[in-house]
């Protein structure tokens, strides 16, 4: 499995962006796929999943702002990112669990200032 995230970029506090990650390979559904941040001397933390059963999970901090979705013909995972702020500044990476397997893309840089 391959994951391609493309999507991120500068953007002013309060814009919004897309992020898209492209999953190849051999995949059985695309449950178990989604986004994960690091800012700058941070963890690495969820921002939004699909869980195994297909359900959405979000941090607080993503909740009312961010939105996954997916297109299953395309194998590919989005994030809606709206109402940008400058602690969203981060590289994104999507990620996929399949089969008890983790797989991470290369990460998107999204850098949210004025």
């Known amino acids: 499995v391959q994951l391609q995230a493309s999507g991120g970029g500068l953007v002013q506090p309060g814009g919004s962006l897309r992020l898209s990650c492209a999953a190849s390979?051999?995949?059985?559904?695309?449950?178990?796929m989604g986004w994960c941040r690091q800012a700058p001397g941070k963890q690495r933390e969820l921002v939004a999943r699909?869980?195994?059963?297909?359900?959405?999970n979000y941090a607080d901090s993503a909740k009312g702002r961010f939105t996954i979705s997916r297109d299953n013909a395309k194998n590919t995972v989005y994030l809606q990112m709206n109402s940008l702020k400058p602690w969203d500044t981060a590289v994104y990476y999507c990620?996929?669990?399949?089969?008890?397997?983790?797989?991470w893309g290369q990460g998107t840089q999204v850098t949210v200032s004025s």
């Open positions: 699909f869980s195994s059963g297909g359900s959405t």
């Open positions: 990620n996929f669990v399949q089969r008890s397997r983790t797989y």
């Open positions: 390979g051999t995949i059985l559904s695309l449950n178990g």
